[in-house]
């Protein structure tokens, strides 16, 4: 009887099977093209041995080209076609070795096939050869963030794991927003035929200030231009600049410009101003005119939410979920929603799908850093599961700055966290940066206020009358900017704080107009 077989290559040995069926695999990939030979070595129970070789020809198609593979591999990687991809992209760096485009085939492949590492291997292959390689920054914010999350979805809340996924999404961050600022500081000569192109890409990155001085001038001359004056409107919205905003709504309201987005971004700041019934006016309007928008929609979700309607919420963003599920914004709605609902984990879920479309989402990051506080606070939990909680919250808020360095809320948040955890003088520094970053947000004003008051009770005699006098100026300027839900209140603790900023902190999400 046979006791065992062996495969050759050559004169190596590559395998070695005791039972039958004797099978044996090869990875032509691994050969060159060309002619190769195999041997088969076959041993009895008696010592008797034989040899077969075979002379084979090895045809990958390498002799193609590189260009003709990778194009096989984006069709399957179109396909989801992930081992089909793999082995069209191996064939094109085989053709040409060191192929960017074949790496990115590859990367995006084993991204499909769950497989992080090798994916990550191969786009960082792609950045070391080409650090501005866009795709390849964007494949590797990707991976990091999935990384995160894995990791969450296994159960891991120790120290050392919550250290690892603040490390991998503070590089998946990093490497989106590397690649946004790429894109608008390389963008080239501002034409007035690519102008509108230029600001879309910079309110994609978040870098609003850029806007004001690329369509103020032209905005000047044709008051008429809806899409100038609604990307001009939305982005001093952003700013928290609403006196600017509305000046430029009423420019083109008088020259009847105003389009359903236009009107939407009023009732937006009317609600923001606490005119519920002219928010609600604008409304009318913006439905009137164009109901199927999707900033109109997104517009009002973010009021039903803003005026914690979640009845409304929940069918405007299940609406929204059906045409544009895929959007960073439309996610962030049910994340918010399911949230407010306490229903953590499909919370969980769209936080994952929102900044998996949009890893410099920092809305999401804050609006997922207030969860993680509302469950240390009244989630029952022990004092070290709090605690875990409310670190996992200021992970959040420095991955919304990395984000958005200019994210006035992210720290209002981290001044918030920092009183939380008794580190005043740190909760002073971040109130008083929020407060510099914005100087129209009542929620800077009204965190300012909790940590003065809190630095007060250290301080010596001659500093607390400072400290305290400043902590009611603060309050009162929270109160006149939100005289709804601020004007009268008492200086505030950290508590009270948040109560205000979980449910009345946002500020507009709303898709960006077009």
Do not use: C
Not at 157 to 168: D, F, H, Y
Not at 237 to 265: C, H, I, P, Q, T
Not at 446 to 458: E, G, I, P, R
């Amino acid at each position: 009887p046979i006791t065992q077989v062996e495969f050759y290559i050559g004169s190596d040995l590559k395998d070695t099977d005791t039972s039958t069926p004797y099978e044996f695999k090869i990875d032509t990939l691994e050969e060159q093209d060309g002619e190769l030979k195999i041997t088969f070595a076959a041993y009895t129970s008696d010592g008797k041995s034989t040899k077969k070789s075979l002379s084979l020809n090895v045809d990958n198609g390498v002799s193609k080209g590189a260009d003709f593979h990778v194009q096989q591999g984006l069709e399957a990687l179109r396909n989801s076609k992930w081992d089909d991809a793999i082995t069209s992209g191996r064939i094109a760096l085989k053709a040409k070795k060191g192929d960017n485009a074949a790496r990115l085939v590859l990367a995006r492949a084993y991204r499909g096939k769950q497989i992080l590492d090798r994916a990550q291997k191969f786009a960082e292959d792609v950045i070391a050869d080409d650090a501005k390689n866009l795709p390849a920054l964007e494949l590797v914010a990707a991976i990091n963030l999935q990384r995160a999350f894995n990791t969450v979805n296994r159960g891991g809340n120790n120290q050392e794991t919550q250290k690892s996924i603040a490390e991998a999404m503070k590089a998946a961050v990093e490497a989106r927003r590397k690649s946004l600022d790429m894109q608008v500081d390389s963008f080239g000569a501002i034409t007035d035929a690519n102008r509108l192109l230029y600001v879309d890409l910079a309110m994609t990155a978040g870098r609003y200030s850029l806007v004001p001085g690329q369509l103020m001038t032209p905005f000047a001359k044709d008051m008429t231009n809806s899409a100038i004056g609604n990307r001009l409107a939305f982005t001093y919205v952003k700013m928290g600049r609403f006196a600017e905003a509305r000046a430029v709504l009423k420019d083109l309201n008088n020259r009847s410009a105003m389009d359903g987005y236009s009107y939407a971004l009023l009732a937006v700041i009317e609600t923001e101003s606490g005119n519920r019934q002219a928010s609600d006016d604008a409304m009318k309007e913006a439905v009137l005119s164009d109901s199927e928008n999707i900033g109109v929609r997104t517009a009002q979700a973010y009021i039903a939410l803003k005026n914690l309607n979640t009845g409304v919420v929940g069918k405007l963003a299940g609406d929204l979920a059906k045409d544009e599920g895929q959007r960073t914004e439309v996610n962030y709605f049910l994340s918010a929603l399911t949230n407010k609902l306490q229903q953590f984990d499909r919370s969980r879920q769209y936080f994952e799908r929102a900044v998996l479309a949009e890893p410099a989402n920092a809305d999401m990051y804050v609006e997922r850093a207030n969860e993680s506080i509302h469950v240390a606070l009244h989630g029952g939990l022990s004092k070290t599961d709090s605690d875990l909680q409310l670190a996992n919250a200021r992970i959040m808020y420095q991955t919304a700055i990395t984000a958005q360095p200019t994210s006035f809320q992210a720290l209002t948040g981290l001044a918030l966290i920092s009183l939380m955890q008794g580190k005043v003088a740190e909760g002073v520094r971040f109130a008083e940066a929020a407060v510099a970053a914005n100087a129209n947000y009542a929620g800077a004003y009204y965190v300012l206020s909790a940590a003065y008051s809190d630095a007060s009770k250290a301080a010596d005699s001659a500093q607390k009358s400072k400290l305290i006098a400043e902590s009611q100026k603060a309050n009162l300027k929270a109160g006149a900017l939100d005289k709804p839900n601020l004007e009268g209140r008492e200086v505030p603790d950290a508590k009270a704080v948040f109560r205000y900023f979980e449910s009345y902190g946002r500020t507009m999400v709303m898709s960006m107009p077009r």
